[in-house]
C-alpha cells in the first residue's frame, strides 16, 4: 500500500489533495432546489454527478445559518468545537450584542489553514464580506469576497486586480450576480493560479426569494452547474453542499408567519426577565427581515429555564425549547455562546424578537428563511465515486473535506507521494 | 338564551344550520398553496377570509389520504371510529386486497346522512366517483360525483341531467376542470336547489404536479376562489378544508424517491413473510403511481413487529414505524383494518411495494404526494368569525362541521326556532 501525505485537524486526519479540490458551498441550497432543476434538465453537470459520481443528503449545523456552517465546513467540527455559535451573539463579557464574524471567536483552525501551512496553495472566495474574515482566519493565501472583489490588495487578499483578472463588474451584495462572481472567480483562479484547493461560498438571495422548480431558481441553479462543469473540466475534484435549507415562512395570508419572543416572554415574566438574540442577524437583512427559524434568550433568573420550555412546547409554531444544556448537546453548540435556553421553529414560521424591530418593508415576495431543523437537510455531492461509504450513515456538511480527501477516487492515475514532506507533494505550492 | 335546533352524532352535538351551509374538502390543499396563492393576488375572497373570518391550521388523519379523511369530515369522527382506514385494504376475513369504497366498510354515520333524516336538504358533489358511495352512505338527498355527472338518475343520486343543468362539459378525471365541474355545480345547486347543507369534494389532480406559487397551481386556487365568493354572495357560509397536504417526493436526481418496502422485508425475513399493503392505491394512479408516504405490513409472525419497527426507523426515510397497537392508538385508527406495523416516509420519501408494481410512466413531473405526518396540515377557514374560540389548540379537520354549526356566527339575523322539531327550522327541505 502507498503512503499517502496526510494532515490532522482538530482531531481528524485528511489525505493531501491528489487532484485540485474545489468545495462550493451553496448558500440555502434545500435538497429540493436541485431536484427540480435536476428533473428540467437545468443541471446536466450535476445529473451526471449524480449517476456516476456520489450523491448524498447531510445534516447540517442548526442553527441552520450561515456562519456556524461555513465554519463547520471548513473546520470539519460543530459548533462546539469551533466556537461560532451564530451568525449573531450576546457577548458574555460584555453583555452585548455583536456580530460573529471576528477571527477572536473561532476556536478551531481551519482545514484551510493547515492545508496552506502544508505548503498547498489555497484559495478562499465568498459572496459577501461577512464571511471572509473567518474563513480567511490564519490562512496564507488567496481570500477575498464578491461584495469587495474592488479593494483587493496582496498584503490583505492575497491577490489584487480582481474585477479585471475576472473580468466582471461588481455585482450587487442583493443578487444573483453576486453568486456568479465568486464561481467565476473561482473558475479564473483554478485557470491562472491552480490553487490545490479552492473553497467557495455563495449568497442565498436568490434561494430567499424564490422556490424550488421555479424559473428563478432554476436558473440560478444552471449558473451553478455550467461553473461546475467547467471546474471539472479543467480536472478539479468538485464538491457541492450547502449551508442550509430554505423554506416559505408564511401564513395562509401570504405574510409572514412570525412567532415574536420578547412579548411572550415580558407578558410571563415581566419586562427586562428575559433578552430574546437571534443568531441570523446580520447586515444583510433586506431579504429576510432577521427572521429565521431559531432564537437564543437570556434569562436574569436562568432557573426558570425549563419551565419556560414545557410552556413553549405548546406554543403553535413552536418545533423545540431546550434548556442551555440539553440544547449545547444535542445540536453541538458552544454551552457557554448560547442563552438559558433555545427555541427552534417549525417549518412555516419564524422567530421575531418585538415586532417593532423587524423591519419586513424590503419583503418584495413572500418570506423564505430557515436557521431550523425544517432546513437541515442539505446535499453532498462529489464529481468522483467513494466506494466503501455507508451511504446511509448521518453524514453532516462538515464532511465534505472527509469524504473528498479520504474516500473519493480521483480521475487522474494516482502517483503516491513518497514522503510526508510538502516538497514532494504534486500540489504543493 | 334562544333555544337552538341541535343534532348529535357520533357523540357530537351540533346545531343546525341557520343560514346555508357549503364545507368544501379541497383536495391536497398544502397551506401553502393558500398563502402563495393570497401573496399573489389570486386568491381575493380568500384573503378577505382571513381577514374578517375564521383562518385556522387543523391536523389531518394520517395517512394522509383522500378516504378516510373525507369521511373523518362528513362524520366528525377520527378512522378509530368510522371504520375507513385508507382508500385500499387487505380484508381480514378474505386475506384480499381491495378498495375501500363500499359503504359497508363504514361504522359510523355521517352527519349528512342524519341532517337529512333531521328534515334538511342536502347535498353532495365529489370529484371522483370512488367518494360518492361511501359520503352518500345512507343520505336521503343529492349525491353525484363529477367524473359520473353524465350517467345522473333521480332514483340513486336524486337529481339527473346534470350536465344540462350544470352547463359544462363532461371533464376528463385527470383534470382541473373535474374539480371545477364540482364547485359550478356546487353553485347551480345553491341557485337552484337551494340545499342547508352542501359538501363539495374536489380532486389534486393540480396538486400532484404543481408546487405552491407555480402559475398553474395559483390558477386553480383562484378558481376556487372565484367560486367560494359566488356561494357566498348566495348567501352562504362557506367552510374551506383539505383531506391532506402534499410535497415533492423526489432525490436530488429529480425521480421519485421510493423506500421499496417489500424487498426489506423479504431479505430480512424470507418470501412470503410479510405483505405490504399501500392504501393509497385506487384505480386513479396515473399521477402518482400508487407510490405515498404510508403503508402497513402483515406479517407471517406479529411476533417480530416490534424487532422490525426499531429496525425500521434507522432506515433512511422513514419518519416513523409502529406495532399495530401503536399505530392505532397514535394515528386514531380501526386496529382491526390495519397491519401487524405500520411505516411513515419522510417529506422528501415515499414508500412502495415492490419495483416492478408500480407504473410510473404516467408521471410527466417530479412526483409529488402524500399520506404521511409531513402532510397533516391543512386550511380550516371561514367565511365568518368564530369568537370564543381557542385559535391555539389541535384543530382537525373533521371539526369543520363543529367550528361552522356551533362556533360561527352567521351573517344574517339569527332567528332562533322555537322547537327543536324540523319542520319549524328555517331550512327544513
Known amino acids: 500500500m502507498p503512503t499517502t501525505a496526510r494532515i490532522c485537524v482538530n482531531a481528524r486526519s485528511y489525505a493531501l489533495p491528489r487532484e485540485p ?50 465554519l463547520s465546513i471548513v473546520t470539519g467540527v460543530p459548533p462546539s468545537v469551533h466556537g461560532i455559535s451564530g451568525n449573531y451573539m450576546l457577548d458574555p463579557e460584555t453583555g452585548k ?16 489553514a493547515a492545508l496552506a501551512d502544508h505548503g498547498l496553495k489555497v484559495a ?32 490583505e487578499h492575497g491577490i489584487d486586480d480582481v474585477l479585471a483578472s475576472v473580468g466582471r463588474p461588481l455585482a450587487s451584495v442583493y443578487s444573483a450576480e453576486l453568486s456568479e462572481f465568486v464561481l467565476a472567480s473561482g473558475v479564473w483562479l483554478m485557470q491562472h493560479e491552480r490553487p490545490a484547493v479552492l473553497y467557495l461560498s455563495t449568497t442565498d438571495y436568490v434561494q430567499h426569494k424564490y ?20 471546474l471539472e473540466a479543467l480536472g478539479c475534484m468538485v464538491v457541492l453542499t450547502a449551508d442550509h435549507g430554505m423554506n416559505p415562512k408564511v401564513g395562509m395570508d401570504g405574510k409572514p408567519q412570525v412567532l415574536y419572543l420578547q412579548p411572550w416572554f415580558d407578558k410571563r415574566l415581566g419586562e427586562g426577565e428575559a433578552r430574546v438574540i437571534l443568531p441570523i442577524t446580520d447586515p444583510y437583512v433586506v431579504h429576510h427581515g432577521a427572521l429565521g427559524s431559531f432564537a437564543t434568550v437570556y434569562l436574569r433568573n436562568p432557573d426558570k429555564a425549563a419551565e419556560l420550555c414545557a410552556a413553549l ?67 453532498l455531492l462529489i464529481n468522483r465515486p467513494t466506494p466503501g461509504i455507508d451511504a446511509a450513515r448521518r453524514w453532516r456538511n462538515f464532511d465534505a473535506f472527509d469524504l473528498a480527501l479520504n474516500w473519493a477516487l480521483p480521475r487522474a492515475p494516482v502517483c503516491a507521494a513518497t514522503s510526508s514532506g510538502s516538497a514532494d507533494h504534486p500540489l504543493a505550492a
Open 21 to 70: 479540490l474545489v468545495v462550493v458551498c451553496v448558500d440555502g441550497c434545500e435538497p429540493d432546489y436541485i431536484g427540480q432543476a435536476v428533473a428540467s434538465g437545468k443541471m446536466p453537470w450535476v445529473a451526471q454527478v449524480l449517476a456516476t459520481g456520489t450523491g448524498l443528503l447531510a445534516a447540517c449545523v442548526v442553527p441552520s445559518f450561515t456562519n456556524p456552517n461555513n
Open 97 to 112: 450584542e455583536q456580530m460573529m464574524n471576528d477571527p477572536r471567536w473561532l476556536r478551531a483552525p481551519t482545514l484551510l
Open 124 to 155: 478562499v472566495v465568498t459572496a459577501k464580506d461577512k464571511l471572509r474574515t473567518l474563513l480567511g482566519a490564519g490562512l496564507r493565501g488567496i481570500c477575498f469576497s464578491a461584495e469587495k472583489a474592488d479593494r483587493c490588495t496582496r498584503a
Open 211 to 230: 422556490a424550488p422548480g421555479t424559473p428563478e431558481a432554476n436558473a440560478f441553479l444552471a449558473m451553478i452547474d455550467c461553473h461546475l462543469a467547467r
Open 313 to 379: 412546547h405548546d406554543v403553535v409554531g413552536v418545533e423545540a425549547a431546550r434548556v442551555r444544556a440539553d440544547a449545547a448537546q444535542s445540536f453541538e453548540l458552544p454551552a457557554d455562546r448560547i442563552g438559558d435556553l433555545v427555541v427552534v421553529s417549525e417549518r412555516f414560521h419564524v422567530l421575531g424578537t418585538s415586532p417593532g424591530r423587524h423591519d419586513l418593508h424590503g419583503l418584495d415576495r413572500p418570506l423564505r428563511s430557515h436557521g431550523g431543523i425544517s432546513e437541515q437537510l442539505v446535499p
